[in-house]
């Protein structure tokens, strides 16, 4: 929003149409939840059960492996879990600096440094799908994009769209849908939110299973880069 004055001289809001070009925050939000279900899908089935997405599944999967149950990684669990926090403060302290400026540039740039480090991701796994060493670089390269990306949709705020955790929204879901007392006034967008992370997910685990980790990271690459060319700064 922009200040102008109005015929009587009192300060008015006016939108800023720079803002309001491209494609609105929620089918963003909805599409980077699919990639959520993508990288999800890499990071779990691929790369030795830990979630770099979703960071309230790799907690958990972080207590597995330190309890000792087979199939997990305590140094995979925590590179993820640690290159996420890193991820998360680098993209704090963008929010600061940037986010009182217009929405659309701040969040098209942030897009755009998603898209470079899941471009090298998607390379690293072309280059060199069996190495050790490709496993820890997509872990922490994944990792830290998501947290970078959710530090960003937090500062957001747009409702019931955070990306890569449903808990709460499925919570909400339930509880404020008329057979739970409520109006179910967002219940589209919940709903929305959980099928986005579920097809993600379905799409990722078919594309791991038949064709490796190169070509759903490479998918995730070109939807972000997509995203950071035509996102706008309105919901």
């Known amino acids: 929003m922009s200040t102008a004055e109005s015929a009587e001289g009192a300060a008015v809001d006016v939108p800023d149409e720079r803002e309001e070009r491209g494609l609105r925050l929620v089918p963003v939000l909805l599409a980077l939840t699919v990639v959520s279900g993508l990288i999800d899908a890499v990071s779990y089935l691929g790369l030795s059960h830990v979630f770099t997405a979703n960071m309230t599944g790799n907690v958990v999967v972080l207590g597995f492996a330190a309890a ?90 747009v409702p019931d769209l955070t990306t890569t955790v449903l808990t709460m929204t499925l919570t909400g879901l339930a509880a404020d849908s008329r057979a739970g007392g409520g109006t179910g006034a967002r219940t589209p967008r919940r709903a929305a939110s959980t099928i986005a992370m579920i097809g993600g997910a379905v799409l990722g685990a078919w594309l791991v299973l038949h064709h490796g980790l190169a070509i759903p990271l490479l998918l995730a690459t070109l939807t972000v880069g997509v995203l950071a060319l035509v996102t706008s700064g309105r919901e």
């Not at 690293?124 to 994944?142: D, K, N, R, S």
């Open 68 to 157: 000792g149950a087979p199939g997990f990684s305590v140094p995979h669990a925590a590179a993820s879990l640690g290159c996420y926090l890193v991820g998360a403060v680098v993209g704090g302290r963008i929010a600061v600096r940037h986010g009182t400026g217009p929405r659309r540039t701040w969040v098209r740039r942030t897009l755009a440094a998603e898209t470079v480090l899941l471009g090298a991701c998607a390379a690293t796994a072309f280059a060199a799908p069996g190495a050790t060493t490709t496993v820890y670089a997509l872990i922490v390269v994944t990792a830290f994009a998501m947290g970078l990306r959710n530090a960003t949709v937090r500062r957001l705020g």
